[in-house]
């Protein structure tokens, strides 16, 4: 196993994984502890990834859905985008 050290603010439970001063959660300053963690390796997962497990299905049974996009001046990023920022 392989072990990995993150810093946890003591106020808001924080997670970074480098030490603050001022945590970026909550804005309390110096409330950041180290926490040694056990990284689990999975040969089927990226190493950090937080994510749920989908369903896979055949790319005709996916079904498209049209969104109103806000365009930025950007091109670029709304290319990037997918046409614009879509609503959260």
């Given amino acids: 196993m392989a072990f990995k050290k993150i810093f946890i603010c003591t106020q808001c439970a924080h997670e970074s994984p480098k030490w603050e001063g001022k945590c970026a959660g909550c804005g309390q ?10 990284r689990k390796k999975d040969k089927n997962v990226l190493s ?7 369903e896979l ?8 859905v049209e969104t109103v996009r806000m365009y ?8 990037v985008l997918g046409g614009g920022i879509a609503p959260g």
């Fill in 29 to 38: 300053w110096n409330t950041m502890i180290e926490e040694i963690i056990e």
């Fill in 48 to 54: 950090n990834a937080r994510y749920t497990k989908g």
């Fill in 57 to 64: 299905k055949p790319l005709h049974e996916v079904k498209s």
């Fill in 72 to 79: 930025t001046p950007d091109g670029e990023l709304n290319r």
